[in-house]
């Protein structure tokens, strides 16, 4: 039996799931027992593939108990880095569901959402983030033998604090913040006298860093032209290489580009024009012509569908089923990929998402000497209401500007 390098066995697993359109989220988790597997193995003077170190890995950090969570999470990764087929084999994890609740928190929850929907006017993705962590505190709350809001004791919020801070610092940055806006929302509404906000811990954020990441100039061609030769030799080639052209030419955020819709690209006027998903702010933007070429492509030569009146978003899945894709679709796996292929060292960038896009085109610009409220405009941060005489009378310098900050 020929034996396989380990770092190269690992790399071509996470193109096959890379291929398979598996969440970038689960995959992240499987690349950190894999990493955890490599360096254990490294310590232990081996660098190939082997079956029997696997296991003495998982003795040895994770020891017998399969019903602690890491230990499953390992094994799992473990067996799908031993053939990919397993990946269906496991049940991945499912979160709190509000079928859990009864009618009295069910409605309690409504109330609370849609307060911070329409009121406050939060996002779709925070909505969501309040959803699945407000299922998870009122399940402990009906666990816990407490069936209303006005029954909730300062021992209750104690409690849920030691059994939940244990986790992660981000994990408990969002419990904190979920549940202050909740102690907030019964405050304000009556349905809680007491404002348990007192109780819950300061916990110290990390602060980003200071210089955002940014692509050199030579590797976002690099990026581009090894997706544009890859059409048609990988699945969804084409789709991949549309979707990267929008981010690296236009700066548009991943949820802006899954959410792209057909209706929002005015052929004629050669623009795009998008609420934008995280601001709920207008933008409108130049259609440059390659990015229009490779969305048209990408229609010819792969779209499962071409248009039709029921598809409503650009990009959709090219497996069944055939609709549009989700959030979890992960473009920054796909510009890690490109980077390696094309040469660019692996070690080379810390940071490689789509937000890096972003920051390359704000600091091309930028070294041009374009206005900072146009480069604000063009990545959609101000607000355009604010500044749409200043944008209409210096439309063809918005235009220049992504002729500026061409790669190519």
């Given at each position: 039996?020929?034996?396989?390098?380990?770092?190269?066995?690992?790399?071509?697993?996470?193109?096959?799931?890379?291929?398979?359109?598996?969440?970038?989220?689960?995959?992240?988790?499987?690349?950190?027992?894999?990493?955890?597997?490599?360096?254990?193995?490294?310590?232990?003077?081996?660098?190939?593939?082997?079956?029997?170190?696997?296991?003495?890995?998982?003795?040895?950090?994770?020891?017998?108990?399969?019903?602690?969570?890491?230990?499953?999470?390992?094994?799992?990764?473990?067996?799908?880095?031993?053939?990919?087929?397993?990946?269906?084999?496991?049940?991945?994890?499912?979160?709190?569901?509000?079928?859990?609740?009864?009618?009295?928190?069910?409605?309690?929850?409504?109330?609370?959402?849609?307060?911070?929907?329409?009121?406050?006017?939060?996002?779709?993705?925070?909505?969501?983030?309040?959803?699945?962590?407000?299922?998870?505190?009122?399940?402990?709350?009906?666990?816990?033998?407490?069936?209303?809001?006005?029954?909730?004791?300062?021992?209750?919020?104690?409690?849920?604090?030691?059994?939940?801070?244990?986790?992660?610092?981000?994990?408990?940055?969002?419990?904190?913040?979920?549940?202050?806006?909740?102690?907030?929302?019964?405050?304000?509404?009556?349905?809680?006298?007491?404002?348990?906000?007192?109780?819950?811990?300061?916990?110290?954020?990390?602060?980003?860093?200071?210089?955002?990441?940014?692509?050199?100039?030579?590797?976002?061609?690099?990026?581009?032209?090894?997706?544009?030769?890859?059409?048609?030799?990988?699945?969804a080639s084409y789709r991949n290489y549309a979707m990267v052209i929008l981010a690296s030419k236009l700066g548009l955020r991943k949820i802006d580009i899954i959410n792209l819709k057909w209706n929002n690209i005015d052929w004629t006027n050669n623009s795009i024009n998008i609420i934008q998903m995280?601001?709920?702010?207008?933008?409108?933007?130049?259609?440059?012509?390659?990015?229009?070429?490779?969305?048209?492509?990408?229609?010819?030569?792969?779209?499962?569908?071409?248009?039709?009146?029921?598809?409503?978003?650009?990009?959709?899945?090219?497996?069944?089923?055939?609709?549009?894709?989700?959030?979890?679709?992960?473009?920054?796996?796909?510009?890690?990929k490109s980077l390696i292929k094309s040469g660019v060292p692996k070690d080379k960038y810390q940071q490689k998402g789509l937000h890096s896009f972003r920051f390359t085109i704000a600091t091309e610009l930028l070294n041009k000497n374009v206005p900072a409220e146009i480069i604000s405009s063009v990545?959609?941060?101000?607000?355009?209401?604010?500044?749409?005489?200043?944008?209409?009378?210096?439309?063809?310098?918005?235009?220049?500007?992504?002729?500026?900050?061409?790669?190519?």
């Amino acid at each position: 039996m020929i034996k396989k390098n380990l770092e190269e066995f690992i790399y071509l697993r996470e193109e096959e799931l890379m291929n398979m359109e598996y969440p970038y989220d689960r995959m992240r988790v499987f690349k950190k027992y894999w990493n955890e597997f490599k360096r254990f193995c490294k310590k232990n003077n081996s660098d190939t593939f082997d079956k029997n170190m696997i296991d003495k890995y998982i003795n040895s950090i994770y020891g017998l108990d399969g019903n602690q969570k890491n230990t499953r999470e390992a094994i799992r990764a473990m067996e799908v880095l031993i053939n990919v087929d397993n990946i269906n084999k496991s049940i991945p994890y499912k979160p709190k569901s509000e079928d859990e609740l009864n009618d009295y928190y069910k409605n309690i929850l409504k109330k609370y959402l849609d307060f911070y929907k329409t009121v406050r006017d939060n996002s779709d993705t925070t909505i969501k983030d309040k959803r699945l962590l407000t299922i998870k505190f009122f399940i402990y709350l009906q666990d816990s033998n407490i069936f209303s809001i006005e029954n909730i004791s300062k021992e209750t919020i104690l409690n849920y604090i030691e059994i939940n801070y244990k986790s992660l610092n981000s994990i408990r940055i969002a419990i904190n913040w979920n549940l202050r806006s909740l102690f907030l929302y019964f405050n304000d509404s009556g349905i809680l006298p007491n404002n348990f906000e007192s109780l819950l811990p300061k916990i110290k954020r990390v602060k980003q860093r200071k210089i955002p990441a940014t692509f050199e100039k030579e590797d976002v061609v690099k990026i581009l032209d090894y997706l544009k030769k890859e059409r048609g030799n990988t699945p969804a080639s084409y789709r991949n290489y549309a979707m990267v052209i929008l981010a690296s030419k236009l700066g548009l955020r991943k949820i802006d580009i899954i959410n792209l819709k057909w209706n929002n690209i005015d052929w004629t006027n050669n623009s795009i024009n998008i609420i934008q998903m995280k601001t709920k702010k207008q933008l409108s933007l130049p259609l440059a012509n390659d990015v229009g070429e490779a969305i048209i492509d990408y229609i010819k030569n792969e779209r499962p569908f071409k248009i039709r009146e029921e598809d409503e978003y650009v990009f959709i899945r090219h497996r069944y089923p055939l609709i549009n894709l989700n959030y979890n679709f992960s473009l920054t796996n796909i510009i890690e990929k490109s980077l390696i292929k094309s040469g660019v060292p692996k070690d080379k960038y810390q940071q490689k998402g789509l937000h890096s896009f972003r920051f390359t085109i704000a600091t091309e610009l930028l070294n041009k000497n374009v206005p900072a409220e146009i480069i604000s405009s063009v990545l959609g941060h101000s607000n355009l209401n604010s500044q749409k005489s200043y944008t209409r009378v210096n439309n063809d310098n918005l235009r220049k500007c992504f002729v500026e900050a061409n790669y190519e």
